[in-house]
């Protein structure tokens, strides 16, 4: 029987609802889960948490997601390769989502469902060293009204 890493995802939100709700949806479903309620905070603990994932979102106090993008896209390091999935209340186009450098994104609110499929289709992705956003769908997706356990 074969020992399997589990990933690990960094979630980073202001509003703490989201974040309890998303680590708890993430570890019932096996993945260790680090979260954040400062993206400056984040960036700064990048190295001790070495994320296979990040769960980002734009609209947040002190330092906003697009400025966290950019100093972590700065780094000269495997950091700044980490994907990027946004959790956002802003719809974002597929060219913006190019042009971020961002896998994908989900719009808040969200259904559990299309978190969990979106998480796992992209991290397996990473596994298989697909280029980024290669299989990911950019385009806008149909979500439900509200986050659901």
């Known amino acids: 029987m ?3 890493v589990k990933k690990r995802v960094l979630v980073i939100d202001d509003i ?5 709700l998303v680590e708890f949806l993430l570890q019932t479903e096996g993945y260790d889960v680090v979260t954040a309620t400062d993206a400056a905070y984040a960036l700064a603990q990048i190295e001790a948490t070495k994320p296979d994932l990040i769960l980002l979102d734009i609209i947040m106090p002190n330092m906003n997601g697009y ?3 950019a100093q972590l896209r700065q780094r000269q390091n495997h950091h700044a390769t980490i994907p990027i999935m946004l959790l956002t209340m802003k719809e974002h186009t597929p060219e913006e989502v190019e042009q971020l450098g961002v896998a994908g994104y989900l719009r808040k609110p969200f259904h559990q469902k299309e978190l969990l499929s979106k998480i796992e289709e992209f991290l397996s992705d990473t596994d298989n060293d697909v280029p980024l956003g290669s299989s ?4 806008c997706l149909l979500l439900c ?3 659901v356990i």
């Open 2 to 4: 074969g020992y399997q």
């Open 16 to 20: 703490g609802v989201i974040l309890d």
């Open 67 to 69: 400025e966290f993008i």
């Open 136 to 139: 990911f769908k950019t385009s």
């Open 145 to 147: 009204k509200r986050a």
